[in-house]
């Protein structure tokens, strides 16, 4: 069973940066490069919502248009860690912040749904307010 443990959250003043992990474990016959990995985020009263995507080489992200030029998503393999920078926080981004894993999905054309996940994690806390 794939296990997801995001962290890194926290309090930051609006313009600040925080930097998330997705600490992966539990592959039992693949590893984390088999794995599609996406970020969302929820805030109190409103639906999930994905952020940014990264295929399982790396090699295509994707991400939600309030948060282009401000977060950027990367992964190590090798470390089976799933990082996403956020710069220039606002206090729009407060939530609750998920990483979840698949292995089927794409993620070059749009951000997939929550639905379409398989793995996830509990979510770390990211609020921004001065």
């Known amino acids: 069973q794939l296990q997801l443990v995001e962290s890194g959250g926290g309090l930051v003043q609006p313009g600040g940066s925080l930097r998330l992990s997705c600490a992966t474990s539990?592959?039992?016959?693949?590893?984390?490069?088999?794995?599609?990995i996406g970020w969302f985020r929820q805030a109190p009263g409103k639906e999930r919502e994905g952020v940014s995507c990264?295929?399982?080489?790396?090699?295509?992200?994707n991400y939600a248009d309030s948060v282009k030029g401000r977060f950027t998503i990367s992964r190590d393999n090798a470390k089976n860690t799933v990082y996403l920078q956020m710069n220039s926080l606002k206090p729009e981004d407060t939530a609750i912040y998920y990483c979840?894993?698949?292995?089927?999905?794409?993620?070059?054309?749009?951000?997939?749904?929550?639905?379409?996940?398989?793995?996830w994690g509990q979510g770390t806390q990211v609020t921004v307010s001065s």
């Open positions: 539990g592959f039992t016959l693949d590893a984390l490069d088999y794995y599609a």
């Open positions: 979840a894993a698949d292995r089927s999905l794409r993620c070059g054309v749009r951000l997939p749904t929550p639905y379409e996940y398989t793995y």
């Open positions: 990264i295929t399982s080489s790396g090699g295509i992200t």
